[in-house]
């Protein structure tokens, strides 16, 4: 009697224990998809060049299984992006937001100073929320201007995670890219590689 005693208490005590290490289990999967992720920037998030749904927020979304925020607006400066930073991203409350900004300055020929300026406003805000911000970076060879530099030491001073170069071996190679300056299916997915990579999951 005592030996079957026994046996049920050894296997009600391995059944709490299965219990606890699976829900324990349970509850971080769930804070991890809850988290919030807005891809903030201009057509390198939009998408401008891509197949429908093959964008890098989509081809990103596909990977980490969980939903992904296009905050992506063709034609944005930094400044334009400051404008519609409340609506577009703080307004969701982001815990992660993946930022690809700068491109237009650097085309339209705006002073790296004023750019980094407007983008180092763009990160604290975000930070002021708590949110991770990792900032996908270009350095366009004999075109930079400074702004591979700029993009260093913002994310020395701001604590914020640096792609430096978020297109590099993409621009260039006909393979990867739908124009001079957009790329294809296959180089959204390489960024949304990079930005996986650097989410560190």
């Known amino acids: 009697m005592k030996k079957i005693v026994y046996f049920i208490l050894a296997g009600l005590i391995l059944l709490l224990g299965y219990k606890f290490l699976t829900s324990t289990h349970q509850d971080f999967s769930d804070d991890s998809v809850d988290q919030k992720i807005v891809c903030f920037g201009d057509s390198l998030t939009y998408g401008t060049g891509a197949s429908e749904g093959k964008d890098y927020p989509s081809q990103l979304s596909k990977m ?76 366009i060879p004999f075109r930079d201007r400074g702004f591979g530099r700029g993009y260093q030491k913002l994310a020395d001073e701001t604590g914020a995670t640096l792609i430096p170069n978020i297109l590099e071996d993409i621009m260039g190679n006909r393979q990867l890219m739908s124009d001079p300056i957009h790329p294809n299916d296959a180089g959204y997915k390489i960024m949304a590689q990079r930005f996986y990579e650097a989410l560190g999951w």
């Open 64 to 139: 980490i299984s969980r939903p992904v925020i296009n905050a992506g607006r063709p034609g944005d400066t930094t400044a334009s992006a400051l404008q519609r930073l409340e609506k577009d991203v703080l307004s969701y409350a982001p815990d992660i937001v993946l930022i690809t900004l700068g491109g237009n300055d650097l085309k339209n020929g705006i002073a790296a100073d004023t750019a980094f300026e407007n983008l180092k406003m763009i990160v604290n805000l975000i930070h002021s929320q708590g949110a991770r911000i990792i900032i996908g970076g270009l350095h």
